[in-house]
T-cell receptor, first 113, second 114 residues
Framework: DAKTTQPPSMDCAEGRAANLPCNHS???????VYWYRQIHSQGPQYIIH???NNETNEMASLIITEDRKSSTLILPHATLRDTAVYYC??????????????FGKGTHLIIQP | AAGVIQSPRHLIKEKRETATLKCYPI?????VYWYQQGPGQDPQFLIS???????DKGSIPDRFSAQQFSDYHSELNMSSLELGDSALYFC?????????????FGEGSWLTVV
């Protein structure tokens, strides 16, 4: 699976949009971009994923660049409960196994009141 | 909606003992994954099962074994426990395998080895 690079930490004011970048310059054509978050010692929570088109759900939006080498997770109106470590993960379908997700270092997003 | 259920939530064992963690996937999910997260660390993939067969293997120690049963629940067996095995163990499940299938995590089982 391709590696990802994320800033170790970010701050965002409550009520503002939080934009979390992720670089995945070695991504291959069959690899999806997943975002998960982990609130202190809880199970990682699925947020959103995409292949090449931008995606939106009730939690967030995912913007993937045209060359697919980077993406941005957008939390439109951040709240204090959004404080968490956010993981950008690239995952492929190998066809030969149930690939687990490879977690990198993630971004610790701190929402400031 | 039903989520991934893990038991026990907390477990304390002594060195060299054996521990078993159980995982009940989301109904109809046929793929189960196990992860280990040490203190201050990111989750590390251990092993996965698809349709009751081992599918992928990560950094699982030889002292650990796991299996998926006919009802799709899974158990992680850890023997000759070491202090370094103290961690949060997550189980996750998905419907099918592959990059387009969303993986959902349980709340984890805390293992403390003393």
């Amino acid at each position: 699976d391709a590696k990802t690079t994320q800033p170790p930490s970010m701050d965002c004011a409550e009520g503002r949009a939080a934009n979390l970048p992720c670089n995945h310059s070695t991504i291959s054509g069959n690899e999806y971009v997943y975002w998960y978050r982990q609130i202190h010692s809880q199970g990682p929570q699925y947020i959103i994923h995409g292949l090449k088109n931008n995606e939106t759900n009730e939690m967030a939006s995912l913007i993937i660049t045209e060359d697919r080498k980077s993406s941005t997770l957008i939390l439109p109106h951040a709240t204090l409960r959004d404080t968490a470590v956010y993981y950008c993960i690239v995952s492929s379908y190998s066809g030969g196994g149930a690939d687990g997700l490879t977690f990198g270092k993630g971004t610790h997003l701190i929402i400031q009141p | 909606a039903a989520g991934v259920i893990q038991s026990p939530r907390h477990l304390i064992k002594e060195k060299r003992e054996t521990a078993t963690l159980k995982c009940y996937p989301i109904p109809r999910h046929d793929t189960v994954y196990w992860y280990q997260q040490g203190p201050g660390q990111d989750p590390q993939f251990l092993i996965s099962f698809y349709e009751k067969m081992q599918s992928d293997k990560g950094s699982i120690p030889d002292r650990f074994s796991a299996q998926q049963f006919s009802d799709y629940h899974s158990e992680l067996n850890m023997s000759s426990l070491e202090l370094g095995d103290s961690a949060l163990y997550f189980c996750a499940s998905s419907l099918g395998r592959g990059g387009w299938n969303t993986i959902y995590f349980g709340e984890g089982s805390w293992l403390t080895v003393v």
